[in-house]
C-alpha cells in the first residue's frame, strides 16, 4: 500500500510539473506572438516614396485577369482601369510605371516581401489586409453577382439553390471570402484565374461562380450562353477597392491619396471603367 500510495505521488508530482511546463510554454509563444505582431505594426517603410524615386520607376503588381480594371489588350499589352491608375501615379511622380502580372493570391505577400511598390488589382480593403498592408482612399465600391449558364438561370434564383453545388471563386480573393460565409452549404471551388472559372462554368465543372459586377457583366456580353442569377448578394462599403502600399509608408500614402482624390473628383475612373468595359467587350467579340 505505501508502494502504491508513494507511486501515485510521483505521478500526480510529475503531471503538475508537465502542467506548469505546458503553461509556461502557451505563456511564452503568446509572448512570442504579441513581439511578432508588434513588430510587423512597426515596420519602418517610411522612405518607400524616395526610394521609388531613386530608383526612376513604380513598380506595380497586378493579376491582369479581371476586366475593366487589368486585362491583357491585342497586342497582349496589360491595360485597364487599374493600369491607368498607377500610371497616373507614377506620372506624378516622375517615374516610369513596371508592370508585374502575379497571380492575385501572391500579390500582397509580394508587396509585403519588398518585390513590388503598389498594389493595383480590384484589392478590397478589409480589415484582416489592412493589418499586414496600407490602403490608399477607395476609389471603387463593387457589387457582386452569381454567374450561371442561361440554361440554368431558372434552377438558381436564391441562395439555397446552390446547396451542395460547385460555387466557384478566384483564390485568395474578397469573393472567396464572400463565396466561405454565405454560401456555407455550396461546394466552395477556389481557382487562380477567373478565365479558368469562366472555362470551367461553361464545360459544367462548375455551377456558379461568383464575381465582381462590372467582371461579371463583361463576360455575359462575350458569352451568349451566360447570365447573371437572380441571387443578391448585399454590397458592402468595407469591401471598396483601393491601391494597397507597404505598411507604414508615410508620405507615398499620402502621394497616391492625393492622386486617386483628383481622379475621383473629376471624374476620370468613372470614364476608364466605361472606356475599358467597351473594349473587353470588343475584343471578346472578336475572338
Request: proline content about 2%.
Amino acid at each position: 500500500m505505501k508502494k502504491i500510495l508513494t507511486g501515485l505521488l510521483i505521478a500526480a508530482g510529475t503531471l503538475t510539473f508537465l502542467a506548469g511546463c505546458s503553461s509556461s510554454s502557451s505563456s511564452a509563444k503568446a509572448d512570442q506572438t504579441k513581439d511578432s505582431t508588434a513588430a510587423e505594426s512597426k515596420v519602418d517603410n517610411s522612405s518607400a516614396l524616395q526610394d521609388i524615386k531613386d530608383s526612376g520607376e513604380l513598380v506595380l503588381g497586378t493579376a491582369a485577369d479581371f476586366a475593366p480594371f487589368e486585362f491583357p489588350d491585342g497586342d497582349g499589352q496589360t491595360t485597364g482601369t487599374d493600369i491607368e491608375i498607377a500610371q497616373a501615379i507614377a506620372d506624378d511622380l516622375g517615374v516610369k510605371l513596371k508592370i508585374m502580372d502575379l497571380s492575385f493570391d501572391n500579390l500582397l505577400s509580394s508587396l509585403q516581401a519588398g518585390k513590388l511598390d503598389i498594389v493595383l488589382s480590384g484589392v478590397s480593403a478589409t480589415e484582416e489586409r489592412a493589418k499586414s498592408v496600407d490602403f490608399s482612399q477607395a476609389y471603387f465600391t463593387p457589387t457582386q453577382e452569381i454567374l450561371v449558364k442561361k440554361d440554368n438561370a431558372a434552377a438558381f434564383q436564391k441562395a439555397t439553390d446552390l446547396t451542395d453545388k460547385n460555387l466557384g471563386a478566384q483564390k485568395g480573393s474578397l469573393q472567396e471570402d464572400i463565396a466561405n460565409e454565405q454560401f456555407s452549404d455550396s461546394k466552395i471551388v477556389s481557382v487562380p484565374l477567373t478565365t479558368n472559372l469562366i472555362v470551367q462554368l461553361k464545360s459544367g465543372g462548375l455551377d456558379a461562380v461568383i464575381m465582381e459586377s462590372a467582371v461579371a457583366q463583361s463576360y455575359v456580353n462575350a458569352n451568349d450562353d451566360l447570365v447573371i442569377s437572380d441571387i443578391e448578394i448585399p454590397a458592402d462599403p468595407n469591401e471598396s477597392y483601393a491601391a494597397a502600399l507597404p505598411k507604414n509608408c508615410g508620405d507615398l500614402k499620402t502621394e497616391v491619396d492625393d492622386v486617386i482624390k483628383k481622379l475621383m473628383d473629376d471624374e476620370t475612373i468613372d470614364q476608364w471603367i466605361a472606356k475599358y468595359t467597351a473594349l473587353a467587350d470588343e475584343q471578346a467579340a472578336t475572338e
